[in-house]
């Protein structure tokens, strides 16, 4: 069956019964019919590969996921990764970086998805549950994601237990008022939906202004610090 296929008008404009037992199908295809045959590969192929290089191996376990694939990473000792909108519990809508565990890489977003600038702007609804749950502020969530905030979500992740935190320039251009750029749109390197937006981003400022940004280097330096990940 098609992936997602309940979001379609087709599957919404049948009735009850119908729905309920396409539904039944759909789950059992994806998550209970080729358990087997996942484990069994992933058994087969995730340690010629790791046994292939001396890297870090780092596996990309969202969205849809067959039950054997975390006993398998954890087995091989392979990261899993974090993304803060795209919990592994389905029952939440947002993960907090403080809950990850240590074998994972947490990151703000990826390149197959919108910077927090971007994201902030996508779904009111869910950004104001955001800054009240996640972030712990109050009163009503601001249109655009302030430096400030930028800075807090960050922050956040580099306190995360996740054993690395990556995060997309992006994110860090976005702490600072003179390198954010007025539509974050244009900050999303791939839209898997748009066959004509694939690694489409081009940093706005050169390598050698970034270094010579004392405001930059010295902040981004100090959240390393402050947090610790900075030890050897």
Same mark, same amino acid.
């Given at each position: 069956? $098609?992936?997602?296929?309940? !979001? @379609? %008008? +087709?599957?919404?404009?049948?009735? @009850?019964?119908?729905r309920e037992l396409l539904w039944e199908?759909?789950?059992?295809?994806?998550?209970?019919?080729?358990?087997?045959?996942?484990? !069994?590969?992933?058994?087969?192929r995730l340690p010629m590969m790791k046994?292939?290089?001396?890297?870090?191996?780092?596996?990309?376990?969202?969205?849809?996921?067959?039950?054997?694939?975390?006993?398998?990473? +954890?087995?091989? *000792?392979?990261?899993?990764?974090?993304?803060?909108?795209?919990?592994?519990?389905?029952?939440?809508?947002?993960? %907090?970086?403080?809950?990850?565990?240590?074998?994972?890489?947490c990151t703000t977003s990826s390149h197959?998805?919108?910077?927090?600038?971007?994201?902030?702007?996508?779904?009111?609804?869910?950004?104001? $549950?955001?800054?009240?749950?996640?972030?712990?502020? +109050?009163?009503?969530?601001?249109?655009?994601?302030?430096?400030?905030?930028? *800075? !807090?979500?960050?922050?956040? %992740?580099?306190? *995360?237990?996740?054993?690395?935190?990556?995060?997309?320039?992006?994110?860090?251009?976005?702490?600072?008022? %003179?390198? $954010?750029?007025?539509?974050?749109?244009?900050?999303?390197?791939?839209?898997? +939906?748009?066959?004509?937006?694939?690694?489409?981003? $081009?940093?706005?400022?050169?390598?050698?202004?970034?270094?010579?940004?004392? *405001?930059?280097?010295?902040?981004?330096?100090?959240?390393?610090?402050?947090?610790?990940?900075? !030890?050897?």
């Amino acid at each position: 069956p $098609r992936i997602n296929f309940n !979001k @379609t %008008h +087709s599957y919404t404009n049948l009735d @009850t019964n119908t729905r309920e037992l396409l539904w039944e199908l759909y789950i059992d295809y994806y998550y209970h019919r080729q358990e087997d045959l996942w484990r !069994k590969i992933g058994e087969e192929r995730l340690p010629m590969m790791k046994m292939a290089s001396d890297m870090l191996v780092c596996g990309e376990d969202l969205g849809m996921l067959p039950d054997c694939i975390t006993p398998i990473m +954890s087995k091989l *000792s392979i990261l899993g990764l974090r993304v803060q909108r795209m919990p592994p519990n389905p029952n939440i809508l947002f993960a %907090h970086p403080r809950d990850y565990p240590y074998m994972t890489v947490c990151t703000t977003s990826s390149h197959d998805c919108s910077t927090i600038r971007g994201w902030w702007e996508e779904e009111y609804t869910k950004t104001q $549950r955001f800054y009240n749950e996640i972030l712990g502020e +109050s009163v009503t969530a601001p249109l655009n994601c302030e430096p400030r905030l930028c *800075s !807090k979500i960050v922050e956040q %992740h580099m306190w *995360s237990p996740s054993m690395w935190a990556i995060f997309p320039i992006q994110d860090f251009f976005a702490i600072f008022p %003179h390198l $954010r750029v007025p539509d974050p749109k244009t900050e999303q390197i791939n839209e898997p +939906s748009n066959p004509q937006h694939y690694w489409r981003y $081009r940093i706005h400022v050169t390598i050698e202004q970034l270094i010579t940004d004392n *405001s930059f280097t010295n902040e981004i330096n100090d959240l390393i610090t402050i947090s610790g990940r900075n !030890k050897k």
